[in-house]
């Protein structure tokens, strides 16, 4: 198993920015590709994008491509998702997911480790 912890959330204005981490222990970090989904009150669960075990590979939601990022750094056991120009609708829990199986999923079900999740509000 391996076990997944969100950090860097916090309050930002609208058109800034905020760097979440995703730290990992437990079992080969690179073996694991990892996902970011988001959550809002009252709204489903939704996929924010994903990377691949060695990070060659990105995918990222209609809703956030061009100003999210994600990367990786398997040495530090780390995935980051770099978010610019927030928006206010940007406002919802993060957390990170991962899988050995399903490289570049957009399906929640198919990420078995999750993190706790870290708010991320953005103001306008």
């Known amino acids: 198993q391996v076990q997944l912890v969100e950090y860097g959330g916090g309050l930002a204005q609208a058109g800034g920015s905020l760097r979440l981490s995703c730290g990992a222990s437990?079992?080969?970090?690179?073996?694991?590709?990892v996902a970011w989904f988001r959550q809002a009150p009252g709204k489903q669960r939704e996929f924010v994008g994903t990377i691949n075990s060695i990070g060659s590979v990105t995918d990222y939601g209609d809703s956030v491509k061009g100003r999210f990022t994600i990367s990786r750094d398997n040495a530090k056991n780390t995935v980051y998702l770099q978010m610019n120009s927030l928006e206010p609708e940007d406002t919802a829990v993060y957390y990170c997911?991962?899988?050995?199986?399903?490289?570049?999923?957009?399906?929640?079900?198919?990420?078995?480790?999750w993190g706790q999740g870290t708010q991320v509000t953005v103001s306008s």
């Open positions: 437990g079992r080969t970090f690179s073996n694991y590709h």
């Open positions: 997911a991962a899988t050995t199986l399903w490289a570049g999923s957009r399906n929640h079900d198919r990420y078995p480790y």
